[in-house]
């Protein structure tokens, strides 16, 4: 990736920290049983998402002005292939299992 | 300038090239293998209800254990950080320190899955039983065995930077292998989000 990026203690730690709390969201509502129903998938998800995003940022130091173009082109290549993919296959899936009731 | 100066600044160059070039065609595997992971994550949605009268997820997770395989792998990537940043000031020994605490919180963090497949196999859980264990036992199972040789490349890394100090070709292997490591934290985030988090409510 890129080297010259300045990777400081501090990047690192505010990308753990951040980690933990995205973590720990979602496991105290599962564990606490604070929410019910399609929140409780509403608020993982949220909270996946969201530390995906920390990951790619704090320790895979993705931005859009140092790395190179062709590898946000392949992730971005990647994220539209696994949206057809996976959305279309539980698509398909669901309405069969839907039909099958 | 002299000729042979000149020659080894050339050589120098293509050298960069050429370990760049590999940094990208690392960073398209780790897409590709993004995308077999997306995958068997559909195949476990679409299967996670279909129990076949055996165990269910319910029965056989234990969100304390998830949480603390959690804990293992957030931890080694912060100190597979730490190994990066002491590469970057050029501390071989600190290099080195970071990665085999890197390597002890994999082995942890394998020993815990191992423990959790054992005994789920004990229980009579084992992937035969269902589609919904079938699919299971492949999702985490694929993630585990990436843990294994990702632990494997650090131990590699142990030796070989005593032995050829970091050099720009060892320093781009202790790269490509942290993208590696902390790949498979963010595919983590997906296995407690959709497999172990859901399954337990």
């Given at each position: 990736?890129?080297?010259?990026?300045?990777?400081?203690?501090?990047?690192?730690?505010?990308?753990?920290?951040?980690?933990?709390?995205?973590?720990?969201?979602?496991?105290?509502?599962?564990?606490?049983?604070?929410?019910?129903?399609?929140?409780?998938?509403?608020?993982?998800?949220?909270?996946?998402?969201?530390?995906?995003?920390?990951?790619?940022?704090?320790?895979?130091?993705?931005?859009?002005?140092?790395?190179?173009?062709?590898?946000?082109?392949?992730?971005g290549f990647a994220a539209v292939l696994i949206v057809i993919m996976v959305g279309g296959s539980l698509w398909i899936m669901f309405d069969l299992h839907h039909r099958m009731? | 300038?002299?000729?042979?100066?000149?020659?080894?600044?050339?050589?120098?160059?293509?050298?960069?090239?050429?370990?760049?070039?590999?940094?990208?065609?690392?960073?398209?595997?780790?897409?590709?293998?993004?995308?077999?992971?997306?995958?068997?994550?559909?195949?476990?949605?679409?299967?996670?209800?279909?129990?076949?009268?055996?165990?269910?997820?319910?029965?056989?997770?234990?969100?304390?254990?998830?949480?603390?395989?959690?804990?293992?792998?957030?931890?080694?990537?912060?100190?597979?950080?730490?190994?990066?940043?002491?590469?970057?000031?050029?501390?071989?020994?600190?290099v080195i320190m970071w990665l085999v605490v890197t390597a002890l919180l994999g082995v942890g963090f394998l020993a815990m899955e191992m423990m959790e497949f054992h005994g789920?196999?004990?229980?009579?859980?084992?992937?035969?039983?269902?589609?919904?264990?079938?699919?299971?036992?492949?999702?985490?199972?694929?993630?585990?065995?990436?843990?294994?040789?990702?632990?494997?490349?650090?131990?590699?890394?142990?030796?070989?930077?005593?032995?050829?100090?970091?050099?720009?070709?060892?320093?781009?292997?202790l790269l490509r292998l942290g993208l590696f490591w902390h790949f498979l934290d963010i595919v983590w985030i997906g296995i407690f989000s959709v497999v172990y988090l859901p399954?337990?409510?």
């Amino acid at each position: 990736m890129n080297h010259s990026a300045e990777r400081s203690v501090s990047t690192y730690l505010t990308g753990f920290v951040l980690a933990i709390i995205l973590t720990a969201i979602p496991f105290g509502i599962v564990w606490g049983g604070l929410l019910t129903g399609t929140a409780v998938y509403g608020v993982i998800a949220v909270a996946a998402i969201l530390q995906v995003l920390v990951h790619l940022v704090f320790f895979l130091h993705l931005d859009l002005k140092s790395t190179p173009a062709e590898n946000l082109f392949f992730l971005g290549f990647a994220a539209v292939l696994i949206v057809i993919m996976v959305g279309g296959s539980l698509w398909i899936m669901f309405d069969l299992h839907h039909r099958m009731m | 300038m002299t000729d042979t100066a000149m020659a080894s600044d050339l050589l120098e160059e293509e050298e960069k090239k050429s370990l760049l070039s590999r940094e990208f065609g690392f960073w398209v595997y780790l897409m590709t293998d993004a995308i077999i992971f997306a995958l068997l994550f559909a195949t476990y949605v679409v299967l996670s209800k279909n129990s076949a009268a055996g165990p269910t997820s319910k029965d056989v997770f234990d969100l304390r254990h998830t949480a603390g395989e959690t804990a293992l792998l957030l931890i080694s990537s912060l100190t597979f950080g730490m190994a990066t940043i002491a590469m970057a000031r050029g501390l071989s020994g600190r290099v080195i320190m970071w990665l085999v605490v890197t390597a002890l919180l994999g082995v942890g963090f394998l020993a815990m899955e191992m423990m959790e497949f054992h005994g789920m196999i004990a229980k009579g859980a084992g992937p035969d039983v269902s589609g919904f264990l079938s699919a299971f036992f492949t999702l985490v199972g694929t993630h585990g065995l990436h843990v294994t040789f990702g632990t494997l490349g650090i131990l590699v890394m142990i030796v070989q930077i005593p032995l050829k100090g970091l050099t720009p070709p060892v320093r781009s292997r202790l790269l490509r292998l942290g993208l590696f490591w902390h790949f498979l934290d963010i595919v983590w985030i997906g296995i407690f989000s959709v497999v172990y988090l859901p399954g337990v409510m």
